[in-house]
């Protein structure tokens, strides 16, 4: 017998051990269902890498990525050559980081481009499915004389030193040195839609009248795009005059390009850029609108926008618009033309592309617009938009003037389609006369004249006789007896073109007398055999 103390502290201990059971039971049963239930969903992509270089070394940050269950690591992929297809590797080992979110990649060498990306990697060992924004880097061969990094939250796509988000500054801690050493990009950065910073090692100096000529911006992933430049100068508010401000055309947002610095650019002690090695940068492509930047007021030339020429009717279908020099048509030339008949009906493009001069092949002044059939003369008005500039990003300015006409190109038709031949074309002889007869061509409207050939083969005729539109017979006389005849006759149009002609054949006897014989006999010859049969 339990007292009551006791029968309580029994069922204490009972509902303890129970509830500790029950515990590990689900514990156990817990941990067998997410064994058999694993998580297959990759961590979301890195995103916003940024990149600082120094001596020998490149500091790699980034923001948290996320998962469906937890973030546990990253791992950082790099080379000395850019992986951006599909299938690619990149050429060093890959760094496996843990849960962190800054990491400076060490050893590396000085003036050498590397190329980073990232991805995340969740309990499971899932990986992102893809590389993060590629970001490039160059580690210095003197830091000591490199401007202090000082990172910067805009959302414009800054890549530093070829592709991170990083501005430099602090002028007054960045040191000159009368050295060799030529200078080097450090970064580029698209602080609006058609504006690029881009920040060298120390103080620069750029050479010739038009220091346009010291930079390109091409698409990275498609090189044959550039971006077009259309003013250079110096950040007014950097006195070591190591900060460029490039003016550009419009930049596609998110497009990563890279700018390239030209070898005639070089330090305040002459040393030039190297090219190839240091002399380049990325930077995405950002949508911010404009920024207003101040700078001192300097004496421009006036800009020299493109003006219209003249239009040129190809044909019904085509005509060629000349401007006054080279041109670059909008990335949908459509939306640069458009055409209205005389009605106001709207004549559709087909096509819009700009043509090289045939004389001159460096002219690309020619637009060669294709469209619909067009009514032959028929006046049409062509509308000049928004849109072309020329190779100096001097956009053409539409006016009045724009709404220019044309009248649709009158094609002359040409037949060269022959009329029907005659039919029926049949030959009777009597003695050494051929009367020839035939019936009228179908085409008889067409038909201005008919030739009679004759030969003594079907190869090889002579013309014997022209005859009018309406004849339909016609007799051969003085034939040779015992010769066969072949007769052709053609018809022709007002146009000269004649048919393939009809041939007849007629084969004369040897004499008169023996058309006559040869058919008494013949018919002799039918009646014995008639009565022979009865």
């Known amino acids: 017998m ?8 029994v069922a204490k201990k009972i509902t303890i051990a ?28 890195v ?59 060490t050893g590396l060498t000085n003036n050498t481009k590397y190329y980073f990306a990232v991805t995340a990697v969740d309990a499971i060992g899932n990986e992102s499915e893809s590389y993060s924004v590629e970001v490039s880097a160059t580690p ?35 040191i000159e040195k009368k050295d060799s050493v030529g200078p080097v990009v450090v970064s580029a950065e698209a602080i609006s839609l058609d504006t690029v910073r881009v920040i060298f090692s120390e103080g620069i100096l750029l050479s010739g009248e038009n220091p346009k000529i010291n930079f390109d911006i091409i698409e990275k992933n498609n090189p044959e795009n550039f971006l077009i430049i259309k003013k250079v100068e110096f950040d007014s508010t950097d006195l070591l005059q190591q900060i460029v401000i490039l003016t550009t055309a419009i930049q596609n947002s998110g497009t990563i390009y890279t700018v390239t610095a030209g070898v005639n650019i070089t330090d305040k002690n002459g040393n030039p850029i190297a090219s190839g090695i240091t002399d380049s940068a990325d930077f ?20 020299e926008a493109p003006k219209f020429i003249s239009i040129i009717p190809i044909s019904n279908s085509s005509l060629d618009v000349e401007f006054s020099e080279n041109i670059i048509l909008p ?33 690309e002044n020619i637009v060669k617009i294709t469209t619909d059939n067009q009514n032959a003369g028929e006046v049409y008005n062509l509308i000049i938009k928004n849109g072309i500039v020329d190779i100096e990003g001097n956009a053409f300015i539409p006016d009045e003037k724009n709404n220019l006409q044309f009248i649709a190109k009158i094609m002359t038709v040409v037949d060269v389609i022959a009329p029907a031949d005659v039919t029926n074309f049949i030959a009777k002889v009597k003695d050494t006369i051929v009367t020839l007869s035939w019936t009228a061509s179908i085409d008889k409207k067409d038909v201005v004249k ?26 051969v006389a003085d034939l040779q007896a015992g010769l066969k005849y072949f007769f052709k006759l053609t018809t022709v149009d007002e146009a000269g073109n004649e048919s393939k002609g009809v041939i007849t054949s007629v084969a004369l006897p040897a004499s008169g007398a023996g058309i006559g014989i040869a058919f008494g006999l013949s018919s002799l010859a039918v009646a014995a055999w008639r009565r022979k049969k009865k």
Do not use: C, H, M
């Not at 339990?2 to 502290?9: D, M, P, W």
């Not at 995405?284 to 800009?303: I, N």
């Open 284 to 303: 995405v492509g950002s949508a911010l609108a404009s920024l207003p930047v101040e700078t001192p007021k300097t004496e421009t030339l006036p800009v």
């Open 47 to 105: 995103e916003n890498v940024k990149v600082v270089a120094s001596d020998s070394e490149v500091t790699l940050s980034w923001d948290v990525a996320t998962d469906n269950v937890r973030v546990t690591g990253y791992k950082i992929y790099y080379g000395t050559q850019s992986v951006t297809g599909g299938g690619s590797d990149y050429n060093l080992a890959p760094i496996d980081i843990g849960d962190l979110i800054q990491y400076t990649v």
């Open 450 to 475: 008919q030739i009679l050939y004759q030969g003594k083969n079907k190869n090889n005729f002579a013309k014997i006789a022209d005859l009018g539109a309406s004849v339909s017979s016609y007799q």
């Open 2 to 9: 339990f007292t009551k103390t006791q029968n309580f502290l």
């Open 331 to 363: 990335k949908d030339p459509a939306e640069a033309f458009e055409i209205f008949d005389s009605k106001g009906q709207l004549l559709k493009i087909l096509k819009i592309e700009a043509e090289k001069d045939e004389e001159n092949k460096d002219k």
């Open 140 to 174: 210095y061969v003197n830091p000591e004389v490199a401007p202090k990094p000082i990172f910067n939250n805009t959302n414009s796509g800054a890549i530093v030193a070829g592709t991170g988000e990083t501005l430099y500054g602090s002028a007054e801690k960045s």
């Open 18 to 45: 129970t509830i500790f059971s029950l515990l590990s039971f689900f514990a156990l049963t817990g941990s067998a269902l997410a064994q058999d239930v694993k998580d297959t969903i990759p961590p979301d992509d």
